[in-house]
């Protein structure tokens, strides 16, 4: 009996796996995984995937029907029940358990606005003669893409920003700045950098908490915190908790 289990593990495992991929994409779930444009082509391999996995089965139980079982030793037999188990698991979280996204603690150990995020997001010349309505536009990575061009306030001036993101305090004043943040993907959510635009929000803790989501506008001041290494911060004319969205990376 055992050989055959050994034979039908690996088919089960990647035909279980294979099942998880298709059913995320269905429920829309893929996506915080793997960039949108990756999903098509993910899905169709997955689908060739379980065609191969049906003719293996197929084949197997076929060679299966009357073959005598060799004995096996107990140290494998042990080995390769705690993998398929472990393995098993990790596919049953998959479709059972709610996936959840990046968060603050990653924002902070990758290291918010790095510069692996690319300053061409958004180019400095480009964007500074556009209008109210292009402004209001920009994203999070597109503010922050900006930040890090320059921090001339004039630039700045008269320009309001109006974004969403989850809170992610200021690691050198997290009393009176934190970032509205959110997660750049270029790939999947294992390369996912951290974008986030400084708010100069005294007391914020008191009536939010780390990683709500907001929704902020306002307008870019010098900082007036003296503890903050981020020159300029949004002076916020409202903030608003709202959910979070479907697609809640930025790609």
Known sequence: MWPSIQRWRGVILIGTATAAIVWLALSGQLVLYIHPRYVVFTVIMAVITLVFVTASTLSRAAADHGEDDAPVGRGPRAISLVGLVLAGLTVVGMLVLPPATLSSATADQRDINSTTISAGVQNLDEVSGGTAESFAALTVVDWSSLLRQTNDLSFYSGKTA??????????????????????????????????????????????????????????????????????????????????????????
């Open 162 to 251: 109006d974004v969403t993101g989850f809170i992610t305090p200021d690691a050198s004043d997290p009393d009176n700045v934190f970032y509205v943040s959110r997660f750049f993907i270029t790939c999947c959510a294992v390369d996912a950098q951290p974008a986030g635009v400084p708010v100069y929000y005294p007391g914020w803790a008191d009536t939010m908490a780390v990683d709500d989501w907001v929704h902020v506008t306002g307008e870019f001041t010098t900082n007036p915190s003296t503890l903050s290494a981020q020159p300029l911060a949004l002076n916020p004319s409202e903030v608003t908790a709202v959910e979070q969205p479907a697609e809640p990376y930025l790609y």
